[in-house]
């Protein structure tokens, strides 16, 4: 069976170079091609493509806006996003837009062709060969880092423990106590010990119940 | 020239004014005649005034008619009524408003051969000596009326053309040129926001002060502080900053924190005219008298409009730079780097059709073809980097770290401490910036397999450490352009910075960059140090 592709780009070379490279392969035929998004619009609404290849930036607008519109309208098709952004965020919107495929344009034009395999068998699921490092590095506590010392205050305060009873406890004079309270309050932005404790919460440095004190 | 309806009101002025004058010296005077005279003057004024408002385009000949009634006016009263000539101010000063050179010449002469004519006509010879002794000083005040006219409506300031307006902007600007060419660390509002706190310390002997600054995002942002921790205790939830800060006027109240001595907390807004650009909070072991703190908001007005300026040139220029930094970025991404990905396509082409040798070669030159869309990408990427109100200096540089650490084989080990208060938007750039040369040196030249960066963040202080385990600093590393731009962007937020080889253990590089305050750490002494470490 050919899968038919439809090329949206706004380079004429790089829109010949991935037209030579889906011709190479017998299993893929291309449609045609379009310059932007207005365009783009049209030949897929003309030709119903099984897999368009678009990139992110185009003259007339994100490529990535079309692609949450074709994903609305039409769940089966295959969309493969390229982009010559390096960020993070270029690939998570493509995830987010609904796009089945996301390849960087440095990638060889063989990848692009896999990557159009794909999005034509399962349109669906999303691949990026950058993708688990991506995830890992969305994972990653970006948030407020605190020092061990004020992470073992942190721990008494969400306990309910008093200024006093935390200086008693870490053997350490009350001003200083004081000390690392206000310096964990302004790294969570917090104005007061229950702002403290959600936003500690939130960033996930302390668990969410204390079973017991 | 066409007189506008404005000039028409300045002539009815000086037409009210020029009777009512000979109005009230004829009151003086208290006689038939000079009562007469000032009601001919009075009349005429009036008229004038009439129909130069209903008629303004007729101002300058109105003027000149008025210039000969009133000679005639004036030289009939001359004998009896001399203080008559009080009004011969007023027809010249008319056409000075709206008319030529011409104009205002003929109004002059007409008026005072009408004065002077009628004498001349009796042919009594002493009576003409006393006429001209009488008339010629007026003649030439007339004169000065009318230029003083001229210059009222010319002068730039008075005179509502619009090129006036660009003409001072444009004056502004060549001077901001040549000081920011003098200053290679620009105005330096941090040097400026300390000596504010210097200053108030003088009168009022300060244990803690720090100067809030409003930030991009509309927020008050310390500036500079005094005093260990002044940022940290001051801060700008205080009741009394946001007192200060609407009501534009300083306020006291003694805070005494419970087991210590009493002090007095104290806000001063910073003001330029009737903007406020900031307040100074301070804590002093005395309350300010009313007379002490007028004294004190005196003497610091002239430093506000200075730190005003130094924060919008600031502002300026990094505008000014963001903006160049994405227009660069638009060009790699929608040029160069476009084509070069396309010459990839076009050899992964070549290679499938190929065999042997030849085929080994294109893979060869695949690797180097997608090595420098890499290297463009993340150059891209790097100028697309930058700080803003909801993304801060340590989230941006984790972000930018780490992706470029997973594109390097480096393994990157980040340590974030930044408090809610944020640096000025312009030390976060050039925090980042730098940074950002000390990761593309450590990827670029080192071979590293371990990156460590950590940042620590208490504004107005910050201190950024950038380590790697590679092989170390090249010989002509030293003043090469990335290293002198970064010392030009370490100095141009008073920070100080040190490149150099680990001196412990291991190999690699160490980029050490400290923003603290200047007097504790004496910019000059500790560049004096850093050169024997060198």
């Known amino acids: ?36 998004l207005g365009q783009g619009e049209q030949l897929v609404a003309k030709f119903k493509p099984q897999v368009v290849v678009i990139d992110v930036r185009l003259p007339d607008g994100s490529g990535l806006d079309l692609v949450r519109k074709m994903r609305q309208h039409m769940p089966a098709l295959g969309i493969v996003v390229l982009t010559m952004y390096a960020g993070d965020e270029q690939l998570f919107a493509a995830l987010d837009s609904g796009a089945s495929a996301f390849v960087p344009k440095d990638a060889p034009a063989e990848d692009v062709v896999a990557a159009a395999r794909h999005a034509a068998v399962s349109p669906r699921s999303f691949t990026a060969p950058d993708l688990a490092e991506a995830m890992q590095r969305r994972l990653k506590p970006t948030g407020p880092q605190l020092s061990p010392r004020e992470r073992e205050v942190l721990d008494l305060l969400a306990e309910g423990l008093g200024v006093a009873a935390i200086a008693r406890k870490l053997y350490i004079s009350e001003s200083t106590a004081k000390t690392h309270i206000s310096k964990i309050y302004d790294k969570l932005g917090a104005a007061n010990r229950a702002q403290a404790i959600m936003n500690a919460i939130r960033a996930g440095l302390i668990k969410g119940a204390t079973s017991q004190v | 020239m066409m007189a506008a309806p404005r000039e028409a009101m300045i002539a009815t002025g000086a037409r009210v004014f020029g009777a009512g004058t000979v109005l009230l010296l004829a009151l003086v005077d208290a006689s038939a005649r ?97 006429r001209l002794e009488l008339s010629v ?60 706190l210097t200053e108030i310390d003088l009168r009022a002997n300060v244990s803690l002060a720090v100067l809030l600054a409003r930030a991009d995002s509309g927020t008050l942002q310390p500036l500079a502080e005094l005093g260990d921790g002044a940022a940290r205790d001051l801060t700008a939830d205080d009741p009394l900053v946001m007192d200060a800060w609407t009501n534009e006027a300083p306020v006291q109240r003694p805070s005494g924190a419970p087991g210590s001595t009493s002090y007095i907390r104290l806000a001063v807004p910073l003001q330029v005219g009737v903007r406020v650009i900031g307040v100074a909070v301070v804590e002093t072991d005395r309350t300010l008298t009313g007379p002490e703190l007028r004294e004190l908001r005196e003497a610091l007005a002239e430093h506000c409009l200075r730190l005003d300026t130094a924060m919008l040139f600031d502002e300026v220029r990094s505008l ?28 992964d082409g070549l290679t499938a059709d190929a065999e042997g040798r030849l085929k080994d070669d294109l893979a060869h030159l695949r690797q180097e073809l997608t090595r420098l869309t890499s290297e463009l990408r993340l ?42 208060k944020r640096l000025p938007s312009q030390t976060e750039t050039e925090i980042l910036r730098i940074a950002q040369e000390a990761v593309i040196n450590a990827r670029k030249h080192s071979g590293a397999r371990n990156l460590h960066v950590s940042l620590s963040v208490e504004a107005p202080y910050a201190r950024l450490v950038v380590t790697d385990d590679g092989r170390g600093l090249g010989v002509a590393r030293e003043d090469s352009f990335g290293m002198r731009t970064m010392r030009e962007r370490a100095e141009r937020i008073g920070a100080v910075l040190r490149v150099r080889n680990k001196t412990t253990g291991s190999s690699g590089t160490e980029v050490i960059l400290v923003l603290e305050d200047r007097r504790r750490n004496p910019r000059v002494a500790t560049r004096n140090a850093l050169d024997h470490l060198a």
């Open chain 1, 1 to 36: 069976m050919v899968t038919s592709v439809l090329l949206i780009d706004d380079h004429d070379l790089i829109r010949q170079g991935l037209r030579r490279a889906f011709e190479r392969n017998a299993d893929f035929t291309v449609l045609g091609g379009a310059s932007n």
């Open chain 2, 34 to 130: 000079s009562a007469i005279t000032a009601a001919a003057i009075c009349g005429l004024a009036a008229a004038m005034s009439a129909l130069t408002l209903r008629l303004h385009d007729l101002l300058v000949p109105l003027a000149v008619l008025e210039a000969l009634i009133g000679g005639v006016i004036i030289g009939i009263a001359m004998d009896d009524f001399a203080s008559a000539l009080a009004y011969c101010l007023v027809p010249p000063f008319v056409t000075g408003l709206g008319g030529r050179w011409g104009a205002r010449a003929s109004a002059i002469v007409v008026q005072f051969l009408c004065i002077d004519l009628l004498t001349l006509a009796e042919l009594r010879g002493d009576a003409v000596q006393e």
């Open chain 2, 137 to 196: 000083p007026w003649l030439l005040t007339s004169a000065g009326a009318a230029l003083l006219a001229h210059w009222l409506v010319e002068a730039p300031v008075l005179a509502s053309r619009d090129d006036t307006g660009y003409e001072s902007a444009r004056r502004l600007l060549t001077q901001l040129r040549t000081v920011s060419r003098r200053l290679s660390a620009g105005l330096d509002p941090v040097g400026i926001a300390q000596q504010i």
């Open chain 2, 320 to 347: 000014a730079t963001a903006e160049e930094r994405r227009r660069l970025a638009r060009e790699i991404h929608d040029g160069i780097a476009q084509e070069i990905a396309s010459l990839g396509y076009l050899v």
């Open chain 2, 379 to 420: 150059s891209i990427f790097d100028l697309r980097t930058e700080v803003s109100p909801t993304a801060s200096l340590g989230a941006v540089l984790s972000d930018h770290v780490r992706l470029i650490g997973s594109r390097s084989g480096m393994t990157v080990h980040l340590s974030l401490a930044e408090g809610t």
